[in-house]
């Protein structure tokens, strides 16, 4: 295979004061060429959160053997994609220990942690980096944006459920122990983030970055390494938070400077419309008008499939909604979530709670659908993904967490098997979530929370 005229990953359409991310292409650069030899692509990683649980008699399959052909109520959104989906029952959430009383501060915030927060400074953020922002630690290097957090609420609830911080009941992405990361509830403000518009106030990119710049970062990380060995642990967990602040300053300088290259290249008449004929193109988002949160949820998923797609970042978390206050009037009822799952086994509620669960994997169905249709490489985008749908509850009536409620999709670049129930798995949260990291190729240190092992029956 010729490697003439590779141009970079990141080359991007330009026009109209706007720049949009391609997807992979034969030519973007050596790496990329070699991984389409080996038949590798970039494996993403995709998180869409629900709170409160599910009526388990309507989502558990009964068995292995009917998942495929007869899937229970809830998971009828999904019928003709189950062959690309893989759920397991006997995942443990977090156990509760000394904040039972705080069910749904836990909920959230324990989901990519699989960690409870720090019984001794309950009214500050002190629990654990999250999963999505590990992968995105090590795959964020390669994207213009390490990550990409979504929500369809404001993150401002306040309560205090057992004294907890508030960050703690609208975030499920944590940049370190301390660092709750904030989600993007606006959608034409993720379409700008992902199309580069530059605002009024910002209209020119640095032509150049300084020498100095770069040096300056590389002394800062060296030396604060040195120091962080005289340090206490408490001082040494401010300095990891200061370094991460650091290295996210490096990416967003090694973007631009990649960009610079982008441009050297364009001008050098390599041509940057070539799309590999196996590539599907760039899908186009439209932002919806009106109030309708199915349209709403569908624009920020078909948004997540864009960054994907173009590989604008390859880790994404969408909460669908946080333990508060949301109700779903498309449904035929104003009723809010939280008051409806505590349902006492009325009937009425009861399918109230089945309808909105069966909502939100609609939501979920429709964006992997989207993966599943469009084509890259030999294979298509969802092949190349893991995406999660879940909750932090097994059931919002009782707060139960003894089989937390897991849908998989995509095969994770042909780590995971797909196309499988298992009924009886032994594990917890923190199993699941490492199983996950790993399997998108992120290189892990330490398990994650609570995590004891690998769940190897997820794998191919």
């Known amino acids: 295979m010729s490697r003439a005229r590779f141009i970079d990953r990141r080359t991007c359409l330009r026009g109209l004061g706007a720049t949009l991310a391609l997807p992979l292409l034969d030519a973007?650069?050596?790496?990329?060429?070699?991984?389409?030899?080996r038949g590798k692509l970039p494996v993403r990683m995709g998180f869409m959160y629900m709170p409160h649980g599910v009526i388990m008699e309507q989502f558990w399959p009964t068995d292995g053997e009917s998942f495929l052909n007869s899937p229970p109520p809830s998971l009828e959104p999904l019928t003709s994609i189950l062959d690309q989906c893989l759920m397991m029952k006997g995942i443990a959430g977090v156990p509760n220990g000394p904040f039972r009383g705080a069910p749904h501060a836990l909920e959230l915030s324990t989901w990519l942690t699989a960690a409870l927060p720090d019984p001794d400074k309950r009214d500050e953020i002190s629990i654990s980096i999250s999963a999505d922002q590990l992968a995105a630690n090590a795959l964020g290097a390669f994207t213009a944006l390490p990550s990409l957090e979504l929500a369809t609420m404001p993150q401002t609830w306040k309560e205090n459920q057992a004294g907890l911080n508030e960050a703690y009941y609208s975030h499920c992405s944590f940049r370190s122990p301390t660092q709750a990361v904030p989600a993007e509830t606006n959608p034409r403000?993720?379409?700008?983030?992902?199309?580069?518009?530059?605002?009024?106030?910002n209209t020119q990119t640095p032509k150049t970055i300084s020498p100095l710049d770069r040096s300056v970062l590389d002394l800062v990380i060296g030396g604060a390494k040195d120091l962080r060995r005289t340090l206490s642990p408490s001082d040494q967990r401010k300095l990891d938070e200061y370094l991460d602040s650091v290295r996210w300053v490096e990416r967003r300088i090694a973007a631009i400077e990649s960009r610079q290259q982008q441009a050297a290249f364009e001008k050098a008449g390599v041509k940057t419309s070539s799309r590999s004929a196996n590539d599907s193109a760039p899908i186009e988002i439209r932002i919806p008008e009106g109030e309708k949160r199915s349209e709403y949820m569908q624009v920020m998923c078909d948004l997540t499939v864009l960054a994907f797609q173009t590989d604008s970042t390859r880790v994404s978390t969408f909460i669908g909604s946080t333990p508060n206050g949301v109700s779903y009037p498309e449904l035929g009822f104003s009723d809010q979530h939280h008051s409806t799952t505590h349902h006492n086994n009325q009937s009425e509620k009861v399918e109230?709670?089945?309808?909105?669960?069966?909502?939100?994997?609609?939501?979920?169905a429709y964006m992997i659908k989207k993966m599943h249709n469009l084509r890259e490489g030999n294979g298509t985008l969802l092949d190349n993904c893991i995406m999660m749908?879940?909750?932090g509850l097994e059931d919002g009536n009782n707060h139960t967490r003894a089989n937390l409620p897991f849908i998989l999709a995509g095969k994770g670049g042909g780590a995971i098997r797909t196309g499988r129930y298992l009924p009886d798995i032994q594990g917890n949260q923190g199993d699941l979530l490492t199983t996950l990291v790993t399997c998108a190729g992120v290189p892990l240190d330490r398990p994650i929370g609570i995590a004891t092992k690998q769940i190897a029956e997820i794998r191919t």
């Open 352 to 364: 109230k709670v089945a309808a909105i669960t069966k909502f939100n994997i609609e939501q979920f």
């Open 28 to 37: 973007m650069g050596w790496e990329v060429a070699i991984e389409r030899e």
């Open 389 to 391: 749908w879940g909750s």
């Open 189 to 201: 403000n993720v379409l700008n983030r992902l199309t580069q518009i530059q605002g009024s106030t």
